[in-house]
């Protein structure tokens, strides 16, 4: 009897046998799986003639992942940068022309068109998505925010008129029920939710330190 030698280069041996595309997630993501599924009302049981949940789940998580906000309010005539209402400037008021039907700057913040009325999952029901069966560690969810691009100008002087907004993708790592909001990180180029040494963000970012 002999014993099964493993050869030095198993590894890559194994990444030439490549036979084709493969549904494996290969690309690393701080976020969980289950976080990108959608909400589906469906029977688990299937009904003749309609589609297994399953397959309604992954249709409607490809159609929302298709969806870009940035561009559905582009669409509508938005400008995503002008949703924030900065500090008023009297000596720098645009003229009629160039407002088209607006003379007065916006002042309002979002919230207070805000409504929930419609949403398919409360607060409490979208930081569950971070949470992985078998873990005690709750991974960020994965969003979009309206952040200034400038972050040292954007934590000092949000209403800077100097700043310019974006939808950033973020990671969602807590929410305040007091103050109704949410704590979020910027990913980086990788997609990735880090800390300042590249760590993971958990449990909204609160470690046994503190």
């Known amino acids: ?30 976020f969980p799986v289950q976080s990108f599924k959608p909400k589906v009302q469906m029977p688990f049981k299937r009904i003749p003639g309609q589609n297994p949940r399953k397959v309604e789940e992954e249709r409607r998580r490809r159609l929302y992942l298709s969806f870009d906000i940035a561009e559905l309010l582009a669409s509508k005539g938005i400008d995503s940068n002008q949703l924030m209402p900065r500090h008023y400037d009297p000596d720098n008021i645009p003229p009629i022309e160039e407002t088209k039907d607006s003379v007065f700057p916006i002042y309002l913040p979002l919230k207070v068109f805000d409504n929930d009325e419609y949403d398919c999952r409360t ?35 949000p209403k800077s008129q100097e700043l310019v907004y974006e939808w950033i993708d973020v990671g969602v790592l807590d929410y305040d029920k007091e103050t109704e909001l949410y704590l979020v990180h910027k990913t980086d180029k990788k997609g990735l939710v880090r800390d300042e040494e590249g760590r993971p963000i958990f449990n909204g970012g609160i470690t046994r330190e503190g």
């Open 1 to 30: 009897v002999t014993k099964l030698k493993m050869p030095g280069n198993f590894k890559s041996l194994l990444d030439q046998q490549m036979f084709g595309p493969s549904t494996e997630a290969l690309t690393e993501s701080d």
């Open 123 to 157: 607060p409490e029901e979208w930081m569950s998505l971070g949470l992985e069966p078998g873990s005690c560690d709750r991974k960020p969810v994965p969003g979009k925010a309206l952040l200034p691009t400038d972050d040292v100008l954007g934590h000092e002087d």
